[in-house]
């Protein structure tokens, strides 16, 4: 079954520095989509970055990249140069290609510091 | 420019009582979806549709249904409400199956 799972609650970081939120999975799909959200107090959801199960090479998006480690099931979002208005919450997820549904973690909240 | 939006944005509505959340999507895309996001859960899928006259059920969607009659409109309807279903309500549209889900503003519904 799918799974996504995000084992930290919160994480503080300086700003200018680079900062990786984790992010593990668990699917018996050989091929799969793997996105990054980013949901800032105001509420709404913004999509960061995507990775499929068969890029050979990890995505990246401006001041995002996803370290994706496929046999060890993780996709780890890495912010470089970390800015105030980064400062939000992180949501890992994954669609099966087999079936139509993406399944959330629980977020990570990243706070930056002055 | 395309957009997904939803209404409303706010309501406060009365155990028992029918709820309608409307979305509404100007992408054009196939596949639209509804969760709700509850503090320390992340979002949970409700119920999703591929098409039109197409619906199928997500991880939590007793208490709730869907129609699909156009590619744009998919309304949320919570039969009976309950206090359980004090949440925040998302709808989302994708292109397919492998792409990103483009959010709708979220809808804050409180059940008294």
């Known amino acids: 079954a799918q799974k996504i799972t995000q084992t930290q609650p919160g994480m503080f970081v300086q700003e200018k520095e680079a900062v990786t939120l984790d992010c593990t999975y668990d699917?018996?799909?050989?091929?799969?989509?793997l996105f990054w959200y980013k949901q800032p107090s105001s509420g709404e959801m913004i999509f960061l970055i995507y990775?499929?199960?068969?890029?050979?090479q990890n995505a990246t998006e401006g001041r995002y990249s996803l370290n994706f480690q496929k046999a060890r099931k993780s996709a780890n979002l890495v912010i470089s140069a970390s800015q105030l208005g980064d400062s939000a919450m992180y949501f890992c997820?994954?669609?099966?290609?087999?079936?139509?549904?993406?399944?959330f973690g629980a977020g990570t909240r990243l706070f930056v510091k002055a | 420019d395309a957009e997904i939006t939803q209404s409303p944005r706010h309501k406060i509505t009365e155990t028992g009582r029918q709820v309608t959340l409307a979305c509404h999507q100007t992408w054009n895309h196939n596949n639209m979806f509804w969760y709700r996001q509850d503090l320390g859960h992340g979002l949970r899928l409700i119920h999703y549709?591929?098409?039109?006259?197409?619906?199928n059920k997500g991880e939590v969607s007793d208490g709730y249904s869907v129609s699909r009659s156009n590619t744009e409109d998919l309304p949320l309807t919570l039969e009976s409400a309950a206090s359980s279903q004090t949440s925040v309500y998302f709808c989302?549209?994708?292109?397919?199956?492998?792409?990103?889900?483009?959010f709708g503003p979220g809808t804050r519904l409180t059940v008294t």
């Open positions: 997820a994954m669609r099966e290609s087999g079936g139509f549904k993406t399944i």
């Open positions: 699917t018996s799909d050989p091929s799969y989509g």
């Open positions: 989302a549209s994708s292109p397919g199956t492998l792409y990103q889900q483009y």
């Open positions: 990775q499929g199960s068969y890029d050979q």
């Open positions: 549709s591929y098409g039109v006259h197409d619906t």
